[in-house]
């Protein structure tokens, strides 16, 4: 099974600011990597898939990065609604499909 | 308007049985693997089963092989989970997912969600 580590567990940001998440693979996935976007009472939504994609809708300021065991979810300049929880989940090697243990972007 | 609609969750003892639905509309269900994910209270996200887009194939985490089951009715556009031998760990909220791509094999991403089912297993 393979394992994700999302880091930091807790980003404290303002609005406009750039907020740069983690995922760590435990062994290599590719470019075969998600990035979900939870608000709290609602379901997740898919923003970023293949690494680089961004899903049907999102805006800009999101963008992803990485390949292999090491990614990255850059928000560009935060907005009031991008303040929530985010997880990483991969489809390398599945089943199972896994994801990180999220990471929460709260207001500073 | 395309969307799923989770339902069946409920507050049951340990032992029993539940079953989980999700009625889509709006797309071509038939077209589509979709998956079963779920979040125990507090905590993060879960994959628990997917099926492919005709039923011919199957998955499971390893924690609900034997227990659970996933079908799906694509002349009622609805996707279903059994869920069998409940176990406390089993609480959570069970969400039903589209798969991102069409047709064989499912891609493995999910791009369109319920708003979730809420199972709570509880003597």
Not at chain 2, 76 to 91: I, P
Not at chain 2, 96 to 103: F, H, L, P, S, W
Request: glycine share 10%; aromatic share 12%.
């Amino acid at each position: 099974e393979i394992v994700l580590t999302q880091s930091p567990a807790t980003l404290s940001l303002s609005p406009g600011e750039r907020a740069t998440l983690s995922c760590r693979a435990s062994q290599s996935i590719s470019t075969y990597l998600a990035w979900y976007q939870q608000k709290p009472g609602q379901a997740p939504r898919l923003l970023i898939f293949d690494t680089s994609d961004r899903a049907t809708g999102v805006p800009a300021r999101f963008s992803g990065s990485g390949s292999g065991t090491d990614f990255t979810l850059t928000i560009s300049s935060l907005e009031p609604e991008d303040f929530a929880v985010y997880y990483c989940q991969q489809r390398s090697t599945w089943p199972p499909l896994t994801f990180g243990g999220g990471t929460k972007v709260e207001i500073k | 308007q395309v969307q799923l609609v989770e339902s069946g969750g409920g507050v049951v003892p340990p032992g029993r049985s539940l079953r989980l639905s999700c009625a889509a509309s709006g797309f071509t269900f038939s077209s589509y693997g979709m998956h079963w994910v779920r979040q125990a209270p507090g905590k993060g996200l879960e994959w628990v089963s997917s099926i492919w887009y005709d039923g011919s194939y199957k998955n499971y985490v390893d924690s609900v092989k034997g227990r659970f089951t996933i079908s799906r009715d694509n002349s009622k556009n609805t996707l279903y989970l059994q869920l069998n031998s409940l176990r406390a760990e089993d609480t959570a909220v069970y969400y039903c997912a589209r798969d991102i791509g069409r047709g064989l094999p499912p891609r493995g991403y999910f791009d369109l969600w319920g708003r979730g089912t809420r199972v709570t297993v509880s003597s």
